[in-house]
């Protein structure tokens, strides 16, 4: 059977207060009944961007589409891959486009230096890189102060950073930014000077990781080359600005205010000091001085050095034994100086000596900076002066090519210091002076620094009298010293102009100081001979020039006041100069100052009165014009002419002639000399300056001797003849500077213009028409341009008033020369129809000019 369901009960209502509402899970709740509908309903529709690169058309991306705005939002981004990407873009996009740099440079920077304390080593990189090689060149030309102040607070902060690698970069930035903008260093230097002295204090880790080391310290190096230092007068260059020291900072000599760092920059010596006495036991141990300990250890001494040039030279307002005090002496006496020369216990590498070299040469120079300061004993400066001794000698440093290039490079730094400690120690100094300078390279460093060695020891700055020189040690070797001179320049020759004027400002500064010191006097006065080979020489007929040619003019203006201070200038030597005064290539002006500072020689007593108008008439009579014809047809082809230039030698030579005394005794030197070389036949310009010179030193009546005229007279029919015939008549200015010098003869002296007449009738009557060989022409060579010739210069000889008085005395030969032309229209003279009508319409018209001319 089935039980049947009992009755159910109805149960009560319970009251209610709070419904419980069940919820499922996953299904949205609904809103509560007292919500309100902030819902906003539109018609329109907002749809995002479509296309980026139709937004970003004709903007300024990288190479993966990015703007330079977008680039610089992911420099921030947390992850450091993107970050380095975001540098590369902004890389790429400036070298791509320059524009977008100078136009967003302050937002870039400002952006970018948040990544100097960047946690990741290949962003930091990464951006050191862009400021080196685009960002700091690209704003070259903009304020940089401004720019650099946006950087250096970030700087400072990363400077402070706990991670060490970070306080590391941060100093590798600031030699960037001292790189391009000095200035800097000076506005922060307490600040760096103290970074750079807690980074130093940490010597475990340094001593670890020497390659992050030498980067701090080459800055470091960096930034104290700009503090000012007065250096000592015998460090100065013969033309007082002209480096010395291998060594040289950009910085301005004068204090710029740097006096108040003195206290930072003391500690900071300290340090280096302390850091240098660390490396100590390495270089002992180590087997080899490997390349990163040796550049941390230089850039140490180089560091100290700067340092106490600073102290002594470049700090005015303290006095510099107040500087190099007890605190400060005591400590480079014992760890520094008290360990030289470093030298370790195993064999040395090649490579290793010089480095060992080099070490040692910055030690011995901030030891002979502050000799006078820390009182050396007597064992200390006698292992510094073996040192420098064996140094100029070259005899610890190695043969190699290497060893001999690092010394040229340092030796001269040691240079400055030789003459002062010359006077203090024995003679044998001069020999190692000498040997050095003999040794070195003529276009090194090294060479220009024993010149300006040499000079300090021959010539004491400021001592206008010379002492006279007693030991003859030192004199001996003054000799070589002042003979090695001319020999340098040979060697030098053109290739090195600034060494070359070294040479020849210390070969004039001799000069200058000869006179007053015999044994300088006459070792100057020897190197003239030597020195001839600097400006040309002549064998067989050949001539060489010298480097005097190719030399800049500055080098040549040396050179030639050089030539006043001889005493006694030779033949030899005037025969050189003139050889370069002939030469085409010289600029007109240097053959005229030449020829200035010989004549003033001259009258100063130089030279003798004979030699130098032999130098004159050199020039005159074989200085090379050219074209060589004063013809116009065939001048017109020739585009550059020197005639201009003759004509102005010849002009100031006549004024230097008429200077030089009692012109009658001038004349009676001259007289024959210049008769000689005219019975040469010289070329019309040459024979026209000769003749000037001639009616310059001549008067009215003549001064000339009877065979002088008589010479003249067998000379000027011809040259009267060329001047004629290759110059048209109504060129009158040209034609007057020909024929002016013969009409002043003629003038002068009646006989020449009879004698100069008759000869050229004698040759009208001849039946071949030939002149006698010492009257030969050069230009009017057939018989119808002589007789045309003729005709042309009788002409001319009426159109001058006064030769036509003078020509007026002589009717009878002037007739007899007409009778002759006249007898020569017949065939004896072969003339086209044109010629003959030429020749008959002049010749009737000189018959018109002499017959109607007054009679004398």
């Not at 340090?271 to 550049?295: E, G, K, R, T």
């Not at 340092?307 to 760890?335: M, W």
Request: neutral net charge; glycine residues 4%.
């Amino acid at each position: 059977m089935v039980r049947s369901k009992a009755p159910s009960k109805k149960q009560q209502k319970k009251g209610i207060d709070f419904k419980k509402i069940k919820r499922k899970l996953g299904r949205k709740l609904p809103p509560p009944k007292n919500a309100t509908n902030t819902e906003i309903k539109s018609k329109a529709i907002v749809l995002p961007e479509q296309s980026v690169a139709t937004n970003k058309e004709g903007l300024a991306v990288s190479k993966k589409g990015l703007t330079l705005k977008e680039l610089l939002q992911q420099t921030s981004h947390h992850n450091a891959k993107v970050r380095r990407d975001a540098l590369m873009g902004i890389k790429d996009l400036v070298l791509n486009h320059p524009a977008e740099l100078r136009l967003h440079r302050y937002a870039v920077i400002e952006k970018l230096r948040e990544r100097i304390s960047d946690d990741d080593k290949v962003v930091r990189e990464a951006l050191y890189q862009l400021f080196k090689s685009e960002i700091f060149p690209g704003c070259a030309e903009d304020n940089q102060g401004l720019l650099i102040s946006l950087l250096m607070t970030y700087i400072f902060n990363a400077m402070t950073n706990l991670a060490i690698d970070i306080r590391m970069m941060a100093f590798k930035f600031f030699d960037l930014v001292v790189q391009y903008y000095p200035p800097c260093f000076s506005l922060y230097a307490e600040k760096i000077l103290q970074s750079y002295e807690d980074i130093l204090r940490k010597n475990q880790y340094y001593l670890e990781d020497k390659g992050k080391l030498r980067t701090t310290l080459s800055g470091l190096v960096r930034c104290l080359s700009l503090l000012p230092s007065k250096k000592p007068e015998s460090e100065k260059g013969i033309s007082g600005d002209r480096m010395i020291h291998a060594f040289e900072p950009d910085a301005p000599t004068a204090n710029t205010g740097f006096s108040t760092i003195i206290k930072k920059l003391k500690d900071l010596v300290l340090v280096l000091i302390n850091c240098f006495q660390d490396f100590i036991p390495l270089l002992i141990s180590m087997p080899q001085l490997d390349a990163q300990s040796f550049d941390c250890i230089l850039s140490i001494l180089q560091s100290i050095d700067i340092a106490v040039r600073f102290f002594i030279y470049g700090t005015h307002e303290v006095a510099a034994d107040s500087i190099c005090n007890q605190t400060l002496s005591s400590p480079l006496s014992k760890k520094l100086l008290g360990v030289f020369p470093l030298y370790p216990k195993h064999h040395l590498s090649v490579k290793e000596d010089d480095r060992y070299f080099i070490l040692n040469i910055v030690i011995t120079e901030i030891f002979l900076h502050l000799r006078e300061w820390i009182c050396p004993s007597a064992n200390v400066f006698e292992k510094f002066l073996e040192f420098i001794e064996n140094a100029l000698l070259g005899t610890i440093c190695s043969s190699t090519r290497s060893g001999k290039v690092a010394w040229e490079k340092h030796v001269p730094s040691l240079l400055p210091f030789i003459p002062k400690l010359a006077s203090e120690v024995e003679t044998r100094w001069q020999l190692r002076i000498l040997e050095t300078f003999k040794g070195c390279n003529p276009e090194s460093s090294l060479k220009l620094s024993c010149l300006s060695m040499i000079e300090e020891m021959l010539i004491p700055n400021g001592d206008k009298h010379y002492t006279e020189a007693s030991d003859t040690v030192v004199l001996d070797f003054q000799t070589v010293w002042i003979r090695e001179l001319p020999s340098l320049l040979m060697l030098l020759g053109d290739r090195q102009p600034s060494s070359s004027q070294v040479v020849l400002r210390l070969l004039l500064r001799l000069g200058q100081f000869s006179g007053s010191n015999s044994f300088l006097f006459w070792d100057y006065e020897n190197t003239q001979f030597a020195l001839s080979e600097f400006y040309s020489t002549c064998e067989e007929g050949n001539i060489y020039y010298g480097p005097f040619m190719r030399l800049p003019r500055d080098c040549q203006e040396l050179s030639i006041c050089c030539l006043y201070y001889f005493s006694n200038l030779s033949a030899l030597l005037l025969k050189s100069v003139a050889l370069c005064c002939l030469c085409p290539e010289l600029e007109l002006f240097v053959s005229f100052r030449i020829i200035e500072v010989l004549h003033a020689a001259y009258k100063a007593g130089h030279i003798q009165i004979a030699d130098h108008i032999s130098f004159f008439m050199t020039l005159l009579s074989r200085f090379k014009v050219f074209p060589e014809n004063i013809d116009p047809v065939r001048e017109s082809d020739v585009k550059v002419s020197n005639h201009g230039a003759f004509k102005s030698l010849t002009s100031v030579l006549c004024s230097y002639l008429s200077q030089m005394g009692d012109s009658s005794v001038v004349l009676q030197i001259l007289d024959q000399a210049i008769i000689g070389l005219i019975l040469l036949q010289p070329p019309l310009d040459n024979a026209c300056a000769m003749l000037r010179v001639l009616i310059l030193l001549d008067s009215k009546p003549t001064r000339l001797s009877e065979q002088s005229i008589i010479a003249l007279s067998n000379f000027l029919p011809g040259y009267l003849m060329d001047v004629v015939h290759c110059i048209p008549e109504d060129d009158v200015r040209t034609w007057r500077y020909y024929l002016l010098p013969c009409f002043f003869l003629f003038d002068r002296s009646n006989k020449v213009l009879k004698l100069v007449l008759d000869l050229i009738g004698s040759f009208l009557t001849d039946s071949n028409l030939s002149l006698p060989s010492d009257t030969s022409t050069r230009y009017a060579t057939d018989n119808l341009s002589r007789i045309n010739a003729t005709i042309s210069l009788l002409l001319l000889m009426y159109k001058d008033i006064k030769v036509q008085k003078i020509i007026s005395l002589f009717r009878t030969e002037v007739s007899s020369i007409l009778k002759s032309i006249a007898s020569l229209q017949s065939s004896e003279v072969k003339m086209t129809l044109e010629e003959r009508h030429r020749f008959q319409c002049s010749f009737e018209q000189l018959k018109v000019v002499t017959s109607t001319s007054p009679a004398g």
